[in-house]
Structure formats: C-alpha cells, structure tokens
C-alpha cells in the first residue's frame, strides 16, 4: 500500500508556471483519515483564480497511479509575511505598508458598494472573535460615514490622548475601538477631512497603545468605494487578508467586483466572500429572497473564492444593531437570528483558520 511520501513523490509530478508544487512548498499537509486522502496547498494569491483546475489535477493524479477515489483536495491563498513592493496609489504616490508593532494579525473588511453591512460585519466579526478569546480591536476607516461608533453605542466617545501623544481606544464589548467619529467632531467639513486622511490614518495606526499586550486582531473596517482615499488603510498597514461582503442582488457585483481587483491589485490576499442580507425566513419557515438572489454565487466563481457565509436579514436585529448592540450578543428568538449567530461562528473559524494569530 502506498504511504504519505508516495503521495508526495506522486504529486511532484504537478507543476504550475514551471515549478513542481512539492518542491515549491505549496503542498502543505497531506494525511490520511478516516480512509480518506487529505491535501491541502497553499498556494500564491494570483493562482487561486486556477483553485478548480489545480484541485481537479491532485485528485486525476493521485487516482491515476494509487486508485483512491476518496481524495479531499483544500487550497487556501498563501499569507503575505513579508513586506509586499512598494505599491502606487491611483494618484502615483508611492506607499510602503507596514506592520503595525503590537499586532499580530490584521483583517480587512471591504466591499466596494455602500450599505452591504460591512460595518455590521466588522463589527460583529471583532466582537465574535473576542468572545473567543482573542485580543481584538476594530479601526473604523471611513472618514466620511464612520458608523462603528452607533453600532457598538459609543458615539460621542472621545479617543483618550496621554501626555506623550499616544491614542487610548475607546472599549466597547471587550474591544478596543478607533474611530474617525471619536476625533472629528461631526460638523468638520468633509474636504478638510479629505485633504488629511493618509496623515491621520497613519497617526491612528501607529501611535495608538492597541492594548497593554500584545492584540491578536485589528479588524478594519474599509469604506465603500475603491478610490484612494478608501483605500488609504491598505497603503500603510500590511494586511493579512479582506473579506469582502456583497449582497445577493446583482446589481451589486460590479462593485464588489472592482474591490476585489482593487485589494488584488495592492497585493492585498482576498480570502473569502460574505453574502449579507441574504434572505428571510418568515415565520412559516419559507425562505424568501426579498433582495434577489445569486450575487454571491457569481462572485465566488468568477474570483475562486470560498462564500463563507450568508447572513439572514433580521429586523428585529437591525434596530438593536443600530442602537449599539452586535448581533452576535443579542438573545436568539427566531430562525433567522440562529442563523445569524450560525454565521458569525463560521466567519470567525474561517479567519482563525486562514490568518492564525
Ligand atoms: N443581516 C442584517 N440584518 C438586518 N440588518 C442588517 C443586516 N446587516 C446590516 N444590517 C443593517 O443595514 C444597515 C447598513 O449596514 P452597515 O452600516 O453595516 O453597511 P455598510 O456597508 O457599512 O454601509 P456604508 O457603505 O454606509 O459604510 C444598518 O442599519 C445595519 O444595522
Ligand atoms: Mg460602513
């Protein structure tokens, strides 16, 4: 019978742009369980596009000189360690990003199209992977519409300065939060903010005491649009990985679409999509797709990217979100927010998995 470094030796024999996957170090893990063949590659971000194809060869291979048929092949997008090139902004400027000392890990979440529920995602996401465990925080990145604030009921909350200049985050349900809405006031006129964004985006990032030890996560949360002054965040912090929310409707996906190129074309790994509002369950048990249906499907194929999750709409939800409490430590009383709760678990193991602290 064939062992483990068969398997290897077997699948040596796959190449991509040249370079066998065992020799390039993209074969990972390979085991067997239960009677089944488990593989699993990491392979660079600009390959994933090929996820499907490369997946089909590991398992033709593998069958083709051992006979198993039962062969569960994984491909996930290698995570940026090191410093990506220096990237140029739409504008020409040149950005170098870097690691932000005292974090271990940070995720973006992005989408490109406005009110998809990114805020609520980043929100709900940090506060999960808290409950958790992890020492989380969340950096609101919109300067134009920050939200964070109303949605975890600190708006009005200042940022805390000490004497040597350095940002105290506002707490809120065991994280830690930096916002545009607790430094600016509301009446600052937009272009002023404008004029300064990459200054104070940087300020806050790096001259913020995150927490006394070391954070696990910053989850940020990106504003809509593609431009620079949206993409800001991903010019000086490197991030280990977005998730980009859509919803199921499919006037949203060009967008969302232009996001994903947008984080792609910063050398930004995408790692999976999030379907919001995906439906409703009424109190009958039908499933009803008040907001169409199918937006997240096409995108996960046309990008080769995992659909973590589809999130339920839930009104109930809504006006307690909006006034400051996250879903994901609200009370179930319905289908809907089980699901959501369901959800939210499976985004957090999702980014545990892909982006490990
Ligand atoms: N699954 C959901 N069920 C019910 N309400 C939701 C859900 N997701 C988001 N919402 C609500 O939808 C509204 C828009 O959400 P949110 O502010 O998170 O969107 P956004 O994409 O961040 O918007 P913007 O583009 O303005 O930043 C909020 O009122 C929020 O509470
Ligand atoms: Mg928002």
Redo the contacts with the bound molecule.
């Keep these: 019978m064939a062992g483990i470094k068969d398997y290897y030796e077997t699948l040596k024999s796959i190449e991509i742009n040249g370079k066998d996957i065992v020799s390039a170090g993209y074969v990972s893990q390979v085991y067997v369980e239960e009677g089944k063949l488990h593989v699993k590659l990491t392979i660079p971000q600009e390959f994933m596009k090929h996820a499907i194809a490369i997946e089909n060869t590991v398992k033709r291979v593998l069958k083709e000189r051992h006979n198993i048929e039962d062969i569960n092949v994984e491909i996930k997008p290698r995570m940026q360690i090191t410093p990506p090139k220096l990237q140029t902004s739409t504008s020409g400027n040149i950005f170098d990003p870097k690691r932000i000392p005292g974090i271990r890990r940070v995720i973006g979440v992005g989408?490109g199209?406005?009110?998809?529920?990114?805020?609520?995602?980043a929100v709900n996401l940090a506060v999960k992977l808290a409950q958790k465990g992890y020492k989380v925080a969340l950096f609101d990145a919109?300067i134009y519409?920050p939200?964070v604030g109303t949605?975890l009921g600190i708006k009005g909350q200042k940022i805390r300065v000490t004497k040597e200049r350095k940002f105290l985050p506002v707490e809120a349900y065991g994280i830690g939060v930096i916002s545009f809405a607790s430094l600016l006031d509301e009446d600052t006129p937009v272009i002023w903010r404008g004029t300064m964004f990459h200054k104070v985006y940087q300020d806050l990032f790096f001259n913020t005491i995150w927490s006394e030890d070391e954070l696990d996560y910053l989850v940020i949360?990106f504003?809509?649009g593609t431009g620079d002054a949206q993409l800001s965040a991903a010019q000086q912090v490197i991030i280990d990985g977005v998730v980009v929310?859509t919803t199921p409707q499919k006037v949203a996906i060009d967008d969302v679409r232009r996001a994903i190129n947008a984080f792609l074309k910063m050398e930004v790994p995408v790692l999976g999509l999030v379907e919001?509002?995906s439906y409703i369950i009424d109190t009958c048990g039908n499933k009803l797709h008040v907001f169409g249906k199918g937006g997240g499907d096409i995108l996960s194929r046309e990008a080769s990217l995992p659909l973590v999750a589809r999130?339920?709409?839930?009104?109930e939800?809504?006006e307690a979100?909006?006034e400051g409490k996250p879903?994901v430590i609200q009370e179930v009383k319905n289908e809907n927010q089980r699901l959501?709760h369901e959800a939210y678990e499976r985004i957090a193991d999702f980014i545990l998995d892909r982006v490990s602290p």
Excluded: C, E, Q
Excluded at 311 to 315: S, T, V, Y
């Design positions: 989408s199209k406005g009110g998809v529920g990114k805020s609520t995602v919109d519409g939200s949605l949360d504003p809509p929310v919001n509002m999130i339920p709409l839930d009104p939800y809504l979100s909006d879903m959501i």
